[in-house]
């Protein structure tokens, strides 16, 4: 559940953009600031919850300066990569986003346990895969014809489901070792 917590203002602006990408952005925006206010508020802030604020915040700013700029075409694939770009940064500095959520389902004894910090870098990598490759068919869809509705809503869906899919078999492996370790 906390994933879809820390994925409310993606969500919020993939169901709101269709009707006008400025209230798309904008309550993304506005999701993303409560979001990160209550994790300033609580001391743990991470890079997902600052990278998706900073993203909305810039995209509903633009999306209220000038509403007829084309880059409302290419938001889907300057989301996914910058879903992307914070994934990978986060590998890079070897804290994968995913600590986040995992520390919220893992008892805190196994936090500093490599086993636990690889799990979550093969999860995180699995991440910036799937936003990775929704990155660059968002582009290669609007590069064609920026109101393929379809394809273009397809490519979105692909880049969080599949690796949700993997991530999820992944975890629930590394679980079950993890149980028979201790067992």
Known sequence: MNYVRG?????CY???SPVDWRLGTGVAALAALYLLALQLRARTVDLLAAATCGFFVVMAAIALADPGTGLQHWICALANATLAATALASLVVHRPFTLTFARAEVPREFWDSPRFLRVNMVLTAIWATGFTLGALACAAVVDYDHSATVPL???QVLAFVLPFA????YAARARARAAQALA
């Open 7 to 11: 994925f409310a203002p993606w969500l």
């Open 14 to 16: 993939a169901a709101l």
């Open 153 to 155: 809503v397809t490519a």
């Open 166 to 169: 993997a991530g999820g078999r």
